[in-house]
């Protein structure tokens, strides 16, 4: 198919590295050789909250099984989509990345299920703002890293703390008035998309290897015709191969999940970039500034599609996140949060020394937002090692992988 762009046509509307956007909370030494955004990137790649994805569960428990996707997996491919996505369109991909890997940071332990027990927890305890990761992510970023002698935080640019604040997908919403501008960046937007584009593929492919669908619930959905086109194209190339034939039909659809999700990648990738360069033309946007302050985003998938993808993501909803099996996962990480929180309400003194001391030092009302962020900060394993260590009187009080 004939591609209607050319590439790197909307590199006029990239970030400039000029005040704002490069400005940080607190001057640094400017003798670094890096782009200010590539040294975002490196600061958040080194920074403890990134690291402790590795063990945070993006839909299924990670003990369930050694090869479903993590906050980490999930953040990575979504900084790798970005990242093409931005090649294609001439727009910063060290920002994207830097946006990307920084997006997740302020998620709890066990996914969504761990954001609903907090928010409960916080509104029950009389805090009415409750839980809001997006939101969290950012404060992350901003204050409770610890990593310079200087201040608190990792003293990002103002680029990537508008693109980790302004997120916003089905599941996260931007935080309210961050700055004055209709539209978030152009590469904030890319990793806005690359985020839904990276779980409807691949929270698919898990759920296929992991038997919660079968491959023939999906072909008969017509609401999924990007996933059947790209399973149908993925058989063909099995057939045309004729080495799988032979293969357990587990294993063989296992690697037909695997194809069909690179191919779903592909044709969103390559019909985003067309959709945008044309939105951007028809538009009149030549300027970085016009851009951020047109009417809506100008990085998006055709209508038609983008309807499809939202229609996949409904399906993804009812069929996988709501499955017996998710759902009583997600029960018993609720329960153990809501636990937890409810014992270090009862007894601050509980939590390690750090979280304890902020605990300490701020205002009533301002209490149970710092166990909230205590539990944030925790894994999959810490929380569940720390409620065994409180509930469960054979357990070892050790707790030397908490914080």
Known sequence: ?????????????????????????????????????????????????????????????????????????????????????ARLLGLREPLVEAIALGHDVGHTPFGHAGEAALDAALRQAGDPQGWDSNQHSLRVLDELELMYPDGPGLNLTFATRQGVARHATPFDVPVPDFDPYPQPTLEAQVVNLADVIAYAGHDLQDALEAGLLEPDQLRSEPRLEPWQACWDRAEAELVEAGTFRDWPARERHRLLARRARRHLIDRLLL????????????????????????????????????????????FLFQHVYQHPLVVRQNEKER????????????????MPEPHYRRWEAASEPERPRQIAYFLASLTDRGALDLHAELFDPRARAMGHHLH
Do not use: C
Not at 272 to 283: D, L, P
């Open 1 to 85: 198919m004939a591609r209607l762009f050319t590439p790197g046509a909307l590199a006029r509307l990239a970030t400039p590295e000029r005040p704002p956007w490069n400005e940080r909370l607190r001057p640094v030494d400017d003798a670094d050789p890096r782009d200010p955004f590539q040294r975002d990137r490196d600061r958040i790649i080194h920074a403890r909250a990134f690291q402790a994805l590795q063990h945070k569960t993006q839909v299924y428990l990670i003990h369930e099984g050694d090869f479903y996707r993590t906050r980490l997996t999930h953040t990575l491919e979504v900084a790798q989509i970005g990242r093409t996505l």
């Open 271 to 314: 019909e985003a970039a067309e959709a945008s360069v044309a939105r951007a033309q028809a538009a009149g946007v030549t300027t970085f500034e016009a851009a951020i302050h047109h009417r809506e985003p100008l990085v998006t998938l055709p209508e038609a599609l983008g309807q499809k993808v939202r229609a996949l993501v409904d």
């Open 335 to 350: 329960w153990i949060l809501t636990q937890l929180f409810d014992r270090l309400l009862a007894n601050p003194r509980l």
